[in-house]
């Protein structure tokens, strides 16, 4: 799990192939005006979806990781708190990987909550489970998916 500000975001190119493009991409919007809905960047290897909601109570949410995707989860709007644990960590699953949406679901706790402003970005590996969206308030988010790089 990485948590960092925007203009810092070209310092993690070397992660994955998507995140230079995904990079290009955020620096052509004007991320105060994009429209909500899904976003091409690079095909399946890295898209954008953008949501404009309210946010939702700590109670009763999951856990949530993904195995084909890095989530680059940025608040534009609004103020974000997102739950973090290890997937290592996690003991109460709910439900096995559903991977047509690929996502599985965890009824543990979060260990640490982090705050997410505007400006600031968090980066959640397959190893991190998260869970995003908890705010009292209107929360308006850009959620970019990068495809995992597979080494053959």
């Known amino acids: 799990m990485i948590l960092d500000v925007l203009e810092n975001l070209p310092q993690y190119f070397s992660l994955s192939e998507g995140f230079e493009k995904t990079a290009k991409f955020l620096a052509s919007q004007d991320l105060d005006i994009i429209a909500a809905g899904r976003h091409e960047i690079d095909g ?3 898209f954008a979806m953008v949501s404009r909601n309210t946010g939702r109570p700590r ?3 999951r ?3 993904h195995r084909q995707y890095i989530d680059i989860q940025i608040v534009l709007a609004g103020h974000d708190n997102i739950g973090w644990k290890p997937v290592s960590q996690c003991s109460q699953p709910d439900g096995q990987y559903i991977e047509e949406r690929d996502v599985r679901f965890y009824l543990d706790e979060p260990e640490i ?5 505007p400006g600031r970005f968090a980066i959640f590996f397959p190893e991190d489970a998260h869970l995003p969206s908890v705010s009292s308030g209107p929360l308006d988010k850009l959620v970019v998916k990068v495809a995992v790089d597979r080494q053959s």
């Open 44 to 46: 399946e290897s890295a």
């Open 59 to 61: 109670d009763g949410a």
């Open 63 to 65: 856990l949530e990781a």
């Open 113 to 117: 909550w982090l705050p997410l402003t």
